[in-house]
């Protein structure tokens, strides 16, 4: 199963988040600096759920017998063949609108030049973060995670940043239709965006 939470919601499962943030991007070939629980829960994720159209989307495990249900999410869905289930979170993606100003979208317009930002950079959807724990990777749980994540949002074009080098990440994000901008920002990072206006591979 696949809830969509608001910011409300968010807050609620926050620690469980930061839980599966550490564990994705600390596993071994990420060792991921960021991957620090605490500062998750209690810094990064409460400064982006306040932003314009946060949207979060959280994948769970399937919900052991005899326990009672989660019940945060103010939406769901059943996804055919992928981790269905109320238990323990697997997974998760969020994003919001992004705006000059932001530094992440300040960030990525001084590194792309005023050209590209001017096309792609204020009033975009900025996917923040997909995670997913080591031991349900390669289930198809990213892709149903990033599918429902873009699903219906205000935003004609979305924006993120991943690794630069070849990596799982990448590779899903080529499959779903996102578009490489920009090989090497500079700091090890590529831009990839996608323009929802456009039909994927036209």
Do not use: C
Not at 14 to 32: S, T
Not at 86 to 111: C, K, N
Not at 142 to 169: F, S, V
Request: hydrophobic share 45%.
């Amino acid at each position: 199963m696949i809830d969509v939470f608001d910011r409300v919601a968010a807050h609620d499962v926050a620690g469980e988040l930061g839980e599966v943030f550490a564990a994705a991007f600390g596993a071994p070939g990420y060792d991921d600096e960021r991957a620090d629980a605490q500062r998750f829960a209690g810094e990064q994720l409460p400064t982006h759920a306040a932003r314009d159209d946060f949207k979060l989307v959280v994948a769970r495990l399937p919900r052991p017998v005899g326990t009672p249900p989660a019940g945060n999410g103010v939406g769901s869905l059943d996804v055919a063949g992928v981790m269905g289930g109320s238990g323990p979170i697997a997974g998760f993606a969020y994003g919001f609108t992004g705006h000059l100003g932001q530094w992440w979208s300040d960030r990525v317009a001084a590194a792309i030049g005023p050209e590209l930002a001017a096309e792609w950079i204020g009033g975009h959807f900025e996917v923040v973060e997909l995670a997913v724990l080591p031991a349900a990777q390669g289930q198809g749980l990213g892709t149903a995670l990033m599918q429902e994540l873009m699903r219906d949002l205000p935003n004609r074009k979305a924006l993120l940043t991943t690794y630069a080098d070849d990596r799982p990440a990448p590779r899903l994000y080529r499959r779903l239709g996102w578009q490489l901008l920009v090989s090497d920002l500079g700091w090890g990072s590529a831009l990839y965006g996608m323009d929802r206006g456009v039909p994927v591979g036209s």
